[in-house]
């Protein structure tokens, strides 16, 4: 697993020892000695465990025998001056190294022993990992477990992700922030609530209220805060309300069709939890019209994904209805180390173990995706195509003409206000996206990370063709929709049996879409701010959260997105586009010629027939089809009645209300759930204080998956 790591290490070693010391015979490894490194790779009762397998046990043992005491000593003062402040490293072991330095009289045992023990961890810090826990998916040990993601790394690829993507955004700003209809839905919470705190509030009677935006706020973060006590701890079946299914817990076909957990989520009222209802798509943000035409896709996604189950298309029948982990042929969870050698992959050892298999709704997700990236082109430049192409040639005018407002070309109130201040110029955002690039230019070759720098610039090239057309439907239907699934697909293409190299270029290509869709310039400061507190946080997470993203974590960190994107750097990256196009999923890659057709009947019936299909949207349409695994009707549901009530009834019969307090309720609710959560798991999480009675199990305590397997599928060694 880490030979190629290691390589470096010991070469490096060896040329600044070669010269004085020479390398000891080789030692004879007794039965006790290597019950002793066994039982010191796999304490299980120390907080230094590292779940080391027998092949790296086998790799520590050919380092152990052929190192010099003067070596290890040497590893270990080494590591006692770049690890004394860094949090990361277990104290008990930096406790141990810091007297085996000190010789064998002040370790306290025989020479023997200290020897033993001296050798042993310089091996583990030299050649295998310094950490007991290896963000997210490069460093945990479930997934790659890659030592070398060290906070240095993770600093330039979330900085050079962040900004690059700021880069961009100047870029942006003539198509997707001054047009008029570019509303953004997605920020204006935060601008309601910046104006409910910040801005007096004239006392005035709408509809019979009277309270301010500030005590409104108030009152409802206070009620959310209470509440969110009943679903998320105290009755946790009010969250998972999937009561359809307690009527016969053994019902499968019936967990099937009406299951919250793995199946179809089909469920008249299925959770009493705000933070389910809003999790997917912000019920009093998003426009009505928006969030209908994304469940009109999700809703007719589920019986397609219900055909494919049924009729056991690809194997799909044998593994859970609706999961986005990966798994074998005998249903197991897929552990990408067994078929990778030096982090690549190993067709011998993939050959023996199994490819990896897709639930039914993995496959509607990626199906719905590869169709969507060309209906919202085609679709953008049916409807914006003309826009498109003068802003462009405004830019490149732009740019010769510096002094000039991008705000001249509009005379929409908001742009004859903007015209008073000074506007950032292009060529700041230019000078961001080269730092940045040099940045990620940086990471890419100082650590070992298999990717090549052309890779880099093929994904900002891919962002700068999509980035427009994407951001401008997000700009107006408020649906967001990322590059990454793209990005890893072409990645695959350019780096084959590489599951690290897509994943940085995944990460590349899906922060770059999500920060160019913003420009404010405030936001400079505060991403730098936010991208120092996030590598704080998940490395604080993985080192005191046990157990992180194992599926039954009990303090629910079961990382659904990091393990789609485990997932996703297996199938695209390891086993890549080519064995899951030509052998393995065929289907998926006509699924961009059948998203291009379906742009074609939506054009002539907005054009012939506008009265009926104005509101229509297809590329909304399919997005919904991708809302699947882990999510389901479940996530759904909720959100589609509480935007009738708020985006459609309410601003219709009473807008002055909705003006006032709709975006205030939506970030009061968000807050109050924030700060509940925060609590609760200080409070009675992370030291556990379970509850356990009916109302917190009755949602689990039924049949939500299928039965394992022997296995299925071809016959092992004859995998695509």
């Not at 209805?321 to 050892?349: C, M, Q, W």
């Amino acid at each position: 697993m880490l030979e190629e790591l290691s390589s470096h290490s010991s070469e490096a070693s060896v040329s600044e020892n070669e010269k004085k010391t020479v390398v000891p015979e080789v030692v004879e490894i007794t039965s006790e000695m290597r019950n002793n490194l066994l039982e010191r790779l796999n304490e299980k009762s120390s907080r230094d465990k590292l779940n080391a397998t027998r092949r790296d046990i086998d790799f520590i043992m050919d380092k152990f025998v052929t190192m010099s005491e003067e070596e290890a000593l040497n590893i270990l003062n080494k590591a006692i001056d770049y690890h004394d402040d860094d949090f990361n490293f277990p104290v008990t072991t930096m406790d141990k190294i810091k007297l085996l330095v000190l010789g064998p009289d002040m370790y306290g045992t025989d020479a023997d022993t200290y020897e033993f023990d001296l050798k042993v961890e310089a091996s583990l810090i030299g050649y295998y990992s310094p950490y007991p826990e290896s963000i997210i998916v490069q460093k945990l040990p479930m997934f790659y477990g890659n030592t070398w993601a060290t906070p240095g790394y993770q600093f330039l690829l979330i900085f050079s992700t962040q900004f690059l993507g700021f880069g961009f955004a100047g870029v942006l700003r003539r198509w997707v922030i001054y047009p008029v209809k570019a509303v953004w839905p997605s920020v204006l919470p935060s601008i309601a609530l910046s104006r409910a705190l910040l801005k007096p509030d004239k006392r005035e009677n709408i509809h019979g209220w009277t309270i301010s935006r500030y005590w409104f706020f108030l009152t409802c973060c206070a009620a959310s805060f209470l509440y969110f006590w009943f679903p998320d701890y105290l009755f946790q079946g009010l969250s998972t309300f999937n009561w359809l299914s307690w009527i016969a817990p053994k019902n499968f076909n019936l967990a099937l069709i009406t299951g919250s957990v793995l199946g179809l989520g089909i469920n008249p009222w299925p959770t009493f939890d705000w933070n389910m209802a809003s999790s997917l798509s912000s019920p009093l943000v998003t426009p009505f019209y928006s969030h209908v035409n994304q469940y009109i896709g999700t809703f007719i996604s589920a019986f397609i994904i219900l055909g494919i189950y049924m009729t056991n298309y690809k194997y799909t029948a044998y593994l859970p209805l609706n999961t986005n982990a990966l798994r074998t042929n005998t249903n197991k969870a897929y552990a990408v180390s067994e078929i990778l050698t030096n982090g690549l992959l190993d067709e011998s050892k993939y050959q023996k173990y199994s490819p990896p298999f897709y639930s039914a709704g993995d496959l509607m997700v990626y199906g719905a995706t590869f169709a969507f990236y060309p209906a919202s082109v085609l679709w953008t430049c049916i409807n914006e195509g003309r826009t498109i192409i003068v802003n462009m040639k405004q830019f490149i005018s732009d740019l010769k003409n510096r002094e000039r407002s991008n705000y001249d070309r509009f005379d929409d109130p908001f742009s004859r206000m903007m015209r008073k201040h000074k506007e950032v110029p292009d060529w700041w955002f230019l000078v961001v996206l080269a730092i940045s690039f040099v940045l990620g230019v940086v990471c890419l070759t100082e650590y070992p990370t298999n990717t090549k720098v052309w890779g880099l610039i093929i994904i900002i090239l891919i962002n700068f063709v999509f980035l427009i057309p994407i951001a401008l439907i997000q700009s107006v239907t408020g649906y967001g929709f990322g590059l990454n699934v793209l990005c890893e697909l072409i990645s695959g293409y350019m780096f084959p049996g590489n599951g690290s190299a897509l994943m940085i270029l995944k990460a590349f290509g899906y922060n770059i879409d999500g920060r160019a869709e913003t420009v404010f310039r405030g936001q400079i400061l505060t991403s730098l701010i936010q991208c120092i507190v996030a590598i704080g946080v998940v490395n604080w997470q993985i080192a005191n959260i046990p157990d992180i993203c194992d599926p039954l974590n009990p303090q629910k960190f079961t990382c659904p997105g990091p393990r789609t994107y485990y997932s996703a750097s297996i199938t695209w990256g390891v086993i890549g586009p080519k064995r899951m196009f030509n052998g393995l999923y065929p289907i998926l890659q006509w699924c961009f010629l059948i998203g291009a057709l379906v742009i074609i009947p939506f054009y002539f019936a907005k054009k012939y027939l506008p009265k009926y299909f104005r509101f229509v949207n297809p590329v909304l349409i399919i997005g919904g089809m991708s809302a699947w695994s882990p999510y389901n009707l479940s996530y759904h549901t909720p959100g589609l009645y509480l935007s009738i009530i708020f985006m459609y009834f309410i601003r219709r019969r009473y807008l002055g209300w909705w003006e006032k307090y709709n975006y205030v309720l939506s970030s009061a609710m968000d807050a109050g759930v924030a700060f509940s959560a925060i609590i609760i798991f200080f409070a009675v999480d992370y030291h556990p204080k379970k509850l356990s009675w009916w109302g917190n199990t009755v949602s689990y305590a039924g049949i939500d998956g299928v039965p394992e397997v022997g296995y299925f599928g071809p016959k092992p060694g004859e995998y695509p």
